[in-house]
């Protein structure tokens, strides 16, 4: 696995982890600051002190709502958010729609009756704690990007004196995770401020240059008169591995739907994204074999009655085999129930 796959399914991970830590810390902190601190003799607990160990329970229970309300917002993406303040707007927000899910579940649970004040105290401790580990995993990823593990090769696309600012912003900000490693432009005349940088070549060289240079990105900045360019590019890159992140300047010419990004400090509008990163794949893969294997639970009587049927009805194979091709034209077996005689087509 190269470093950029590593960074890209290790810093995810450590995140969860910590976010997890974080979470059960703050059950911790807001159960000890409810009943054993001062603040029990404010607001005295009348239905006595309930057990540790249920507050705890309740929440390793309650950590897949806090992963899926901050994997749904997009808080387990690398280069995200630069500055901590960013991500401490972000956490505020994920920790109290988790928190009101939670309350919202625990209104259905009535063998235990657990302290709404101490909710309260969990959603400040969260997001003090989960602000704080964030913190520290911005700067180990940032650490990484300076010693030049799992940077990615960025490319400059354009000649104006937006496409300069961002080749010299992304040449300067090591740390944003990514490297510059020239512009394309079908013309180097004129080329105002590109003097001292690697010309890659025109725009046809694109695909040839990607490949060689394992470019992940292209950060896209066009004069007006290159509107036409864009799609000549989409085109060029069609099947190619590569994200296209355009400057916002001409997004007029664009009518489909597109998500800004930012990256290091500059909005972004993605053209065209590359396939599911190595974490979200393995997120997506859980999810499958978690949804499959209790749809195939469920369905099961169902099934066998349905392959006692066949057994009985006609003769041969219980199931129809046939190959089919998948993602990157990997063949696979596909398995059916035989729903026709042998010999039929």
């Not at 607990?45 to 901050?70: C, D, E, Q, R």
């Not at 010299?168 to 490693?181: E, H």
């Not at 053209?271 to 978690?290: E, G, M, T």
């Amino acid at each position: 696995m190269s470093s950029v796959k590593k960074v890209d399914f290790y810093i995810p991970l450590l995140t969860v982890l910590l976010d997890f830590s974080a979470i059960l810390l703050a059950f911790y902190f807001a159960f000890e600051f409810r009943f054993y601190s001062f603040f029990e003799s404010y607001i005295e607990a009348t239905k006595g002190f309930p057990k540790f160990s249920s507050y705890m329970i309740f929440g390793l229970i309650s950590l897949p709502v806090w992963f899926y309300v901050f994997q749904a917002r997009k808080m387990y993406r690398l280069n995200r958010n630069v500055f901590i303040f960013d991500e401490f707007i972000q956490i505020i927000k994920c920790s109290t729609i988790s928190i009101i899910v939670i309350m919202a579940a625990i209104f259905f649970y009535r063998s235990f009756e657990f302290s709404r004040v101490t909710f309260v105290f969990i959603w400040i401790f969260s997001i003090g704690l989960i602000t704080i580990f964030r913190y520290f995993v911005i700067k180990f990823e940032q650490y990484l990007y300076n010693k030049e593990i799992g940077v990615k090769n960025v490319a400059v696309v354009g000649k104006n004196e937006m496409a300069v600012k961002i080749y010299d912003k992304f040449l300067k900000d090591k740390f944003a995770g990514f490297r510059v490693v020239g512009y394309f432009a079908n013309s180097i005349e004129n080329n105002t401020g590109f003097q001292n940088k690697k010309h890659l070549g025109g725009y046809d060289s694109i695909p040839e240059k990607i490949k060689e240079l394992k470019i992940e990105k292209l950060l896209i900045s066009l004069s007006a008169n290159d509107h036409d360019d864009i799609y000549d590019l989409m085109k060029i890159c069609e099947g190619i591995n590569v994200e296209f992140m355009m400057a916002p300047d001409y997004i007029d010419i664009i009518t489909s739907k597109l998500r800004v990004e930012e990256v290091d400090g500059i909005p972004f509008m993605k053209l065209k994204s590359l396939p599911l990163s190595v974490w979200n794949k393995i997120v997506k893969r859980a999810f499958d074999i978690f949804v499959s294997s209790l749809v195939l639970i469920l369905t099961l009587p169902v099934m066998i009655v349905i392959s006692i049927l066949i057994k009985l009805t006609s003769k041969g194979p219980l199931l129809y085999k046939q190959e089919r091709v998948g993602l990157d034209g990997e063949k696979f077996m596909m398995y059916k129930f035989r729903s026709m005689k042998i010999g039929r087509a």
